[in-house]
């Protein structure tokens, strides 16, 4: 690394060790580690059993550990990918400090490969940290020596480092390519990209044919299909196979595979200086042209927000408007909105492919349980989307949040609209997604209703959580709130919401299951079991109304001694 | 019509702002002068509403700030020093927000809207988004924004910045017009040739204590400098205070 380059990644560096000198920041550092360390260890626990289970089976164990290693360098390949887009998109041409950077007397060559380094750590550092308990299960499973560790460090790496090669590849041609101001709308493209690549790779993996044999004509096609060499020319095919090979002490040919990986990331490397010294300047220059927005107001054509929330006040109006309309034009919202349009796509679909009719548990049971299950999954993946959308909701505001302050709008409502924007279509996704399953899986109508009056309590408690936690730790100076998600603020929402949704659901759990029970065998309930159901719903629903109340309460209140 | 008592902003680090008392009439230009890191701009956010003071209090048009914010914000029109604004709206749109938020009649807010956007060399950009917009055509925004439902009093921080000549001459037109129509207007400022010209009276603030106020003969009487320039009677205040 030259000079240049080392100097302009000190600013980063210098930020990063400043924050964690802060003594402000204890705290918060000791829960971002307690959070990962628990998220280590479960993951590591995980695998373990996994692997140790497949193990056990003879012949075949080995086979399904292989196949899972080579879905998940899939998985990750492709979930690196798309954050390096991003990233480098970020990055080269839409950063703020980007104008200062290129004033400076440095080549632009040193500019990009600054802007890529720090943009390729970006988008691994959470893959490789993920990846390194699967490493280890791996490892302490089928007994590997050290040279396993550091031959699969070294293609986790490798991978890492080819998704950001060709990430910086894409987006370099793209900002080249594109028409000046229009260099946004490269997010809509990878947005509707990604969805169609994640259901692809899902479907590629069927992973509901795992657990059934049965769809194969013979014993023989079906470990063929699960023995089936991935394409030769994927470099996570390369990876699996360093992996795979160092595993059973293979050393040249896990060698060759790792210099392979290797010597492609090393040809990334000569194809981006190339690029980057003919085209970056360029794609950059076009990037600082004005704007334009990808289509044109619908206001225009007859139609505008104003009138659909007519009903409102017209303070509450006003924020309801500026919010819709701030939110849709920020095209980097927008592969996300595509990325979960895809995952409930999929998430419906394996309720779709369950084999509930090959398990030796009763069929009714199952579905039941699965449906039970289902709220539970249902609200942690509605967690996961407040995170990303609810809880930025206050800092979103910017700098521009001045307006709101010297508005005569009390803070209160302000915060109360924002719950409600997002609280009302969040409820609706999350009722479509549960009486979707649930019509999948067949369910009582005793589990429907159970299902669909939890989401309808739970929903609002996470928005509020979600919002309340956003407006006590906001971060109005982001260039990015989006990333607030994985601040501590966000960290702590995701604590708090997936303690609530346990909390509801093992309230819920006990009651449940007696009353399905007795359902099925005919029995009634003693008068201390009807106590029991009452108290044991009223809690919950005590949890889920604290939940809505007093996080909205303490950040109006934060925001108010701001 | 401005009145504040007392007013102390204490940030742990720094005492921004130290009992600050001062009174401005109605119909009166006031001008806030003072060198950086003086606590003009905190000044400016409590009187805006944006940050709460640590103690005393702020009245404008007779009701207390921190008693009933609504009331008293809706006499406001704020003008910060950096034009922040809601880069994904156009500037027809962000007319339009801050219309609804202030409660200002639909067809008043409109017509009034189109006049500001015309007046501020704005109006062939009303329809494209604020982000496209130049630094001086957000703050001229601002400025109409602030203007749009016609406030008692306008609240400015750094008028001037990124404005070119000809709406540096508007704004100053823009208010000395408001001023005539019983607008109090309370500007602070860097730029003593435009307090000078501008305001019927000045307050030089410096660490945050009120050093001098009154016209600029007064002032002149205060440093002692005779019948010197304002920005004479400013160093000579700052450095002696």
Known sequence: MNNAVWTLLQPRLIDAANGFRSRASGIRRLLFLLVGLVF????????????????????????????????????????LLFSSIINSLSHLYLSRDLSLVHSLPVSVRDIFWARWLGSAFDSSWMVIAFSLPVILSYGWVFQAGPGFYLAAVGAVLCLCLIAAGISSLIVLCGAALLPAGKIR??????????????????????????????SFASAVLYLNSMQALDRPWLPTTW???????????????????????????????????????LLYFRGFSRSQTTAKRLFAPLMYRGISWEFPLGFLSR?????????????????????????????????????????????????????????????GLAAFVLSAIAARFVFPAVSTEGEAFWIIQAAPVALKTFL???????????????????????????????????????????????VALAVGLGARFPDFKSENPALSATSFGG?????????????????????????????????GFSFWTILWFILSFAFALLLCVFAVFFPMKAGEKHLLAK | ?????????????????????????????????????????????????????????????????????????????????????????????????????????????????????????????????IESYSHGMKQRLIIAAALLHDPKVMIIDEPMVGLDPEAVRQVRDILKELAKQNVTVFVSTHTLSLAEDLCDRIGVISKGTLLAEGTVAELNRAAKTGNAGLEDVFLTLVREG
């Not at chain 1, 590591?44 to 360098?73: C, N, P």
């Not at chain 1, 349009?341 to 009763?362: E, G």
């Not at chain 2, 914010?69 to 950096?82: C, L, N, Q, S, T």
């Open chain 1, 239 to 277: 990876i699996t196979d360093v992996m795979r090979l160092s595993l059973k002490g293979k050393w040249g040919l896990s060698g060759f595979n790792l210099a392979l990986a290797a010597s492609c990331f090393l040809f990334l490397l000569f194809l981006n200086d190339t690029l980057a010294r």
């Open chain 1, 416 to 462: 109360w609209i924002k719950f409600f924007l997002y609280a009302i279509p969040l409820l609706i996704l999350s009722e479509i997604l549960i009486v979707a399953s649930n019509l999948l899986l067949g369910v009582t109508s005793l589990m429907m209703i159970v299902s669909v009056v939890t989401i309808f309590c739970l929903v609002p408690a996470i």
């Open chain 2, 1 to 129: 019509m401005i009145e504040l008592h007392d007013l102390t902003k204490d940030y742990k680090t720094t005492l921004a702002v130290d009992r600050l008392n001062l009174h401005v009439r109605a119909g009166e230009i006031y001008g806030f002068i003072g060198p950086n890191g003086a606590g003009k701009t905190t000044t400016i956010r409590m009187m805006g509403g944006i940050i709460e003071p640590t103690s005393g209090a702020i009245s404008i048009g007779g009701i207390d700030l921190r008693k009933d914010p609504v009331a008293a914000k809706k006499m406001i029109g704020f003008v910060p020093d950096r034009p922040f604004l809601y880069e994904k709206l156009t500037g027809s749109e962000f007319l339009r927000f801050i219309a609804d938020l202030y409660a200002v009649a639909p067809r008043t807010a409109a017509r009034r809207a189109e006049e500001l956007l015309r007046q501020f060399a704005l109006w062939n950009w009303g329809n494209e988004i």
């Open chain 1, 315 to 375: 303070p509450a109006r006003a924020v309801a408007v500026k919010e819709i309309r701030s939110f849709f034009r920020d095209s980097t919202q927008w592969p996300q909105l595509f990325l979960i349009c895809a995952l409930i796509v999929v998430y419906l679909y394996n309720f779709s492919v369950l084999p509930l009719d090959r398990t030796p548990i009763s069929s009714v049971y199952l579905q039941n349980v699965f449906s039970f299950l289902n709220v």
């Open chain 1, 40 to 79: 280590w260890i479960g993951a590591f626990l995980i695998f373990y059993r996994v692997l140790a289970y497949f193990e056990s089976v003879q012949d075949f164990g080995d086979i399904l550990a292989i196949k899972l290693l080579s879905m998940m360098m899939l998985t990750f390949f492709t979930l």
């Open chain 1, 491 to 523: 960290v702590l929402f995701m604590l708090l919401s997936f303690g609530l949704i346990a909390l509801v659901i093992i309230l819920e759990a006990g009651p449940v299951y007696k009353i399905f029970m007795a359902r099925i065998s005919g029995h």
């Open chain 1, 185 to 214: 709308t490269l997010f809509v493209i990878l947005g509707v990209l990604l969805a169609l690549l994640l259901v692809l790779v899902l479907r590629l993996i069927r992973p509901e044919q795992l657990v059934n044999p049965d």
